[in-house]
Structure formats: C-alpha cells, structure tokens
C-alpha cells in the first residue's frame, strides 16, 4: 500500500500571497496520483507565447507557474486529460503516449 502523506499548507498573510488560477504548488494532500495516465502533455517552450490558458484551466491543478511565461507541468499529479493540449492555441503542448514519452 502507498503511503500517502501530507503536503504541508503554505502560509499565506495577505491576498496578494495567494496564488493566481487553478492551481497551488505543493498543495495537494497525496503526493501523487496520475499513475493511470496514459498520455502525458509534453511542452515546446519555444511555441508558449505565456497566454496562462494551460495554467488556468488544467482541471488538476498540475501546471504550476515559474514566473511570467515559463510553466511546469508536475507529472506527478497530471491525470492526461488533455485539456490544457486542446486549449494551447499555439500548438505549444501536445499529448504524447506515456509509453513514448
């Protein structure tokens, strides 16, 4: 069996601390759940013109943002759903099988 464990809760002292969109970095209460993902989102940085739709709406949280244009997918916690893929415009994710990845 796993042994699931808790991620500790950031502090937050203003509003201005609490993190814009869908997700929270290291706010989940497992640390992994996407070990039935059967593609993975692969990112091209250099087609990401940072329009924050990925972030937003990834229905999982598992985008996180590094700073105004750069965005890191957490693996760990991505299901594969796609939606962020359907939604980058650009072209700048695409799905890939897990397998190949």
Known sequence: MRDFKMSPRPQWNSLSDVPMGSSCSSFHICDANAAWRVFR?????????????????????????????????????????????HQCKPGAISMVKEDQA
Do not use: R, T
């Open 41 to 85: 989102p692969v990112m091209d940085y250099s087609l990401c013109i940072g329009c924050h739709q990925c972030y937003l709406l990834c229905p999982d949280g598992a985008i996180h943002k590094e700073d105004a244009k750069v965005f890191h997918i957490d693996y760990d916690f991505c299901k594969g759903c796609g939606i962020c893929a």
